[in-house]
């Protein structure tokens, strides 16, 4: 009798989040969130992901790090790590003109 496999929850998110279509709303939500717990943790499991598809630079452990650190100290230039941070993964921020409401 053959038993079968499961795979835990955080094996299939960190899966998902190879694909990069996968990424980028979650970031987006994790942000609207304005939770910055939330989006320490989104970014742990996407710099994971990442290391898995050995695909990371040098520089993003340390990236991560010092937006914990900013994101924990609520100073204003978090918004520059995570800039840079999402850089190095690949992505970028955007900005775009928020439609006006009738």
Known sequence: MMMSRSISYQEELIESL????EVAPD?????????????KLALND???ARHRMN??????????EKLG???????????????ALLDALGFQL?????????
């Not at 695909?55 to 991560?64: F, G, K, M, N």
């Open 18 to 21: 190879k694909d990069p279509l």
């Open 27 to 39: 970031i987006e939500a994790c942000l609207e969130e304005e939770n910055s717990e939330v989006l």
């Open 46 to 48: 996407v710099v994971e």
């Open 55 to 64: 695909q990371l630079s040098e520089d993003v452990t340390a990236l991560l």
């Open 69 to 83: 650190e900013l994101l924990s100290e609520k100073k204003g230039s978090e918004i520059y790590c995570l800039s």
């Open 94 to 102: 955007t900005v775009t003109v928020k439609q006006e409401t009738s």
